[in-house]
């Protein structure tokens, strides 16, 4: 059973920093590009970041690139994302996700497996 436990969420004031985390088990976990996307309530799910199995390729979209980092611990089993300066619009429920496909990683019709989402609000 594939499991993925999301954690680390909270509210924050503008330019502060969270660092989101992802516990993963029920596949080989190495093996697969993990993502990062987040959602607003009435708007699509954004994507925010991805990485590959071995850790060593990353992708960011527009409006995290500078500010958002992902990184993996496969020994762990968990995907991490530091949010950085965060901003207004960061606000949104952020949910982890496997790519077991290893393609189109900034889409989430190819991912295959969401954990339940941690809420991050960033006031002023």
């Known amino acids: 059973q594939v499991q993925l436990v999301e954690s680390g969420g909270g509210q924050v004031q503008a330019g502060a920093s969270l660092r989101l985390s992802c516990a993963f088990s029920?596949?080989?976990?190495?093996?697969?590009?993990m993502g990062w996307f987040r959602q607003v309530p009435g708007k699509e799910r954004e994507f925010v970041a991805a990485?590959?199995?071995?850790?060593?390729?990353?992708w960011y979209g527009d409006s995290v690139r500078g500010r958002f980092t992902i990184s993996r611990d496969n020994a762990k089993n968990t995907v991490y994302l530091q949010m950085n300066n965060l901003k207004l619009e960061d606000t949104a429920v952020y949910f982890c996700?496997?790519?077991?496909?290893?393609?189109?990683?900034?889409?989430?019709?190819?991912?295959?497996?969401w954990g339940q989402g941690t809420q991050v609000t960033v006031s002023s």
């Open positions: 996700a496997v790519n077991t496909k290893d393609v189109g990683m900034k889409f989430s019709l190819y991912y295959d497996y």
């Open positions: 990485v590959t199995g071995s850790g060593g390729s990353t």
């Open positions: 029920g596949v080989p976990f190495s093996r697969h590009i």
